[in-house]
């Protein structure tokens, strides 16, 4: 029998795990999450292989729409046919797609999330009694409930939204430019106001999720422990106290909340109006050209069918990266659950 001298990883702080950016760091977290997808690697090639399906259909409806509308401007209709049956077959091979991609990303994460619950509760009957002296019960629980939560939103969507909308931009800024290198640098005008915006949001959010992350813990482990010490509190008349408690306690989980609401209601508006602005540059400058017959009217269609393509992504990536801070610092949590070591040890063979 050996004894292993503790050292508790379980109650450090969400800010030094989420700013560790190390190689080292960032590779152990990929190391896990590999582990975890590692027995379904069939229905993880699938779930990629329908998502570059759905991502490169989605690129294709504005391209026709335009150039419809350039046959019917010029009276020669004999390829509309073939335009509306591409449009209509671009349209169900995206809900084929769609549904695979949803299917096989939500079936292999559930998976690897509930593998990660069942090792999770076994590596916790392993840990010494002293394990459970050092640490609250409510904080242990969360991280098997809300931290796995935090994991369930970043391998069920949150990677399909980044890979999809990574794609879908890079994509759209690419036949941007094939349409019409004018209107794309005409367009652009207005990403350096973009760009501010999102590091700015970018900066205050993460401080903001991780405030969240940090007093649903509190939450959770006040809320365990004052039921399962109710006898005590009852016995000893400490019910206002405790109720006194936890008001404070989902006071601080309120307003950590309320500042990503007003974030969210910051900067996801500007996103909107910057977007607006670029239509409209777009409508002015393109019509312009239109009306100099230096572009067809089907191509600037097709580039404002486009814009939305390319502005629509930079909201979802980030939101996604809020997700992402939060699923970081519960994987960073989880991982320090799982090297958590018995302070006592059977030797290597003996009988369990």
């Keep these: 029998m050996r004894v292993h001298q503790p050292g508790s990883h379980l109650m450090r702080g969400g800010r030094a795990e989420v700013d560790d950016w190390s190689w080292a760091q960032t590779r152990r977290r990929l190391a896990a999450l590999y582990r975890l997808a590692r027995p379904y690697k069939v229905q993880t090639s699938l779930a990629i292989a329908s998502l570059l399906g759905a991502t490169a259909v989605g690129l294709a409806p504005p391209y026709l729409v335009g150039r419809a509308v350039d046959e019917v401007k010029h009276r020669d209709t004999h390829l509309l046919g073939w335009l509306v049956v591409a449009f209509v077959a671009a349209g169900a091979l995206g809900i084929a797609f769609s549904y695979a991609q949803t299917y096989y990303t939500g079936w292999t994460g559930e998976r690897m999330l509930a593998d990660l619950r069942n090792q999770l509760f076994r590596h916790l009957q392993r840990l010494s009694l002293g394990f459970y002296e050092r640490n609250r019960a409510g904080v242990i629980i969360s991280r098997l409930t809300n931290d796995v939560e935090a994991l369930d939103k970043l391998v069920t969507d949150g990677v399909t939204s980044l890979v999809q909308n990574t794609l879908t931009l890079a994509g759209t800024a690419v036949v941007l430019f094939f349409l019409d290198w004018r209107l794309a640098l005409a367009s652009l005008t207005v990403m350096p106001a973009m760009a ?75 996103v909107d109006f910057l977007s607006s602005a670029a239509t409209a540059v777009v409508l002015g400058y393109g019509g312009w050209l239109a009306f100099r017959g230096d572009v067809s009217i089907g191509t600037l269609v097709a580039f404002l069918g486009y814009l939305s393509n390319f502005f629509d992504p930079v909201q979802q990536l980030s939101q996604l990266y809020n997700t992402f801070l939060s699923a970081v610092a519960a994987l960073d949590k989880i991982t320090g659950l799982m090297d958590e070591e018995p302070e006592v040890q059977d030797e290597t063979g003996s009988a369990e």
């Design 196 to 270: 501010l915006a999102t590091a700015w949001f970018r900066k205050r959010s993460g401080r903001a999720y991780r405030g969240v992350r940090e007093t649903l813990g509190a939450v959770t482990a006040t809320l365990a422990e004052d039921i399962a010490g109710m006898r005590v509190l009852q016995s000893f008349t400490r019910e206002r106290a405790a109720q006194a408690n936890f008001r404070a306690v989902g006071e601080r989980y309120r307003d950590a909340n309320m500042e990503t609401v007003v974030l969210n209601g910051a900067y996801f508006p500007a």
